[in-house]
């Protein structure tokens, strides 16, 4: 069965360096999105990636936020200066182009910033 | 705006028990989708079903049962004779027209042996 991978599972950096999150996914699926979830939190909203654009984007995606489709499998997203609060875990997921089309998430990355 | 709300925090049953898991949701948008997701301890985000906003029918899927009611804007989810490996976190989402989906604040379940 198709499924949503995430990599690395685990990130720890420094306050104020970059990090980028990696992403691979369900192959036929044109929908991508990022979601965080502070630990013991709710799931929110980041961003939604269609056709190579940002369709959609929460108040938390500011500057700081980038996502990238770099090639045909990959989704990245990156933070370019890390703060305290950045530490989560990121899902992704990916879906289909109904619009009732149920997001698959992957694994997550749990970013922990020091 | 859309809103979701998960009033249930905890819940802790003893196995065999049912359970219900309940969900009340806020939207403007006439079409919509409801959705059940589980995060069990290995944190992942695992999804269970599905419902737009057209379709009131309740859906049972093993001892897994959804009551979709517009006029109480509630989409419950009942778990029958429940089991230790049912123990998780439950998400109610929302998602419209923007695809992005809006979480509750999820209900932790417990199952004791």
């Known amino acids: 069965e198709p499924e949503v991978t995430q990599t690395p599972s685990h990130q720890v950096t420094q306050m104020g360096q970059e990090v980028i999150l990696r992403c691979v996914p369900i192959s036929n699926h044109l929908y991508f999105y990022w979601y965080r979830q502070i630990l013991g939190q709710k799931v929110e909203f980041l961003v939604s990636f269609y056709n190579n654009e940002i369709s959609e984007k929460s108040e938390i995606f500011d500057d700081q936020f980038s996502v990238e489709r770099p090639d045909g499998s990959n989704f990245t997203l990156k933070i370019r200066s890390t703060k305290l609060e950045d530490s989560a875990m990121y899902f992704c997921?990916?879906?289909?182009?109904?619009?009732?089309?149920?997001?698959?998430f992957g694994p997550g990355t749990r970013l922990t910033v020091l | 705006a859309q809103k979701v709300t998960q009033a249930q925090t905890e819940i802790s049953v003893v196995e065999k028990e049912d359970v219900t898991l309940d969900c009340v949701y806020e939207t403007r948008d006439t079409t919509y989708y409801l959705f059940w997701y589980k995060q069990p301890p290995s944190g992942e985000l695992v999804f269970l079903i599905r419902?737009?906003?057209?379709d009131e029918q309740n859906e049972i899927s093993g001892r897994y049962s959804w009551n979709f009611q517009k006029s109480t804007s509630s989409f419950n989810f009942t778990i029958t004779a429940s089991q230790v490996v049912d123990s998780a976190v439950y998400f109610c989402a929302l998602t419209g027209n923007n695809r992005k989906l809006i979480w509750g604040l999820g209900t932790s379940l417990a199952v004791n042996p």
């Open positions: 419902r737009n906003s057209f």
């Open positions: 997921a990916s879906s289909g182009t109904r619009l009732y089309n149920e997001q698959f």
